[in-house]
């Protein structure tokens, strides 16, 4: 009996190994991988969108200096 408790342990610790090295692993190393890439492209996206803002943005127009006594405000007066 003690050949069968031996055998059932080591059949054991064999299984718990395969699901160790070929599923929990893998799935870690994957969704390391993917959160990167998704890190990658968020920043990628936020480039992007700074670049673009700066593209868009519109010249900013020079101050006009108003000058007093060069110009008279009138009304044209119809008849």
Do not use: C, H, W
Request: aromatic content about 16%; hydrophobic content about 35%; cysteine-free.
């Amino acid at each position: 009996m003690k050949f069968f408790e031996t055998a059932a342990e080591l059949f054991l610790l064999y299984l718990l190994y395969k699901f160790i090295f070929d599923f929990i692993i893998p799935i870690y190393e994957s969704s390391k991988k993917i959160k990167k890439q998704f890190g990658d492209m968020q920043e990628k996206m936020q480039n992007d969108m700074k670049t673009y803002q700066n593209q868009q943005r519109p010249p900013q127009p020079e101050p006009v200096s108003k000058k007093e006594g060069d110009y008279i405000d009138f009304e044209e007066v119809k008849k």
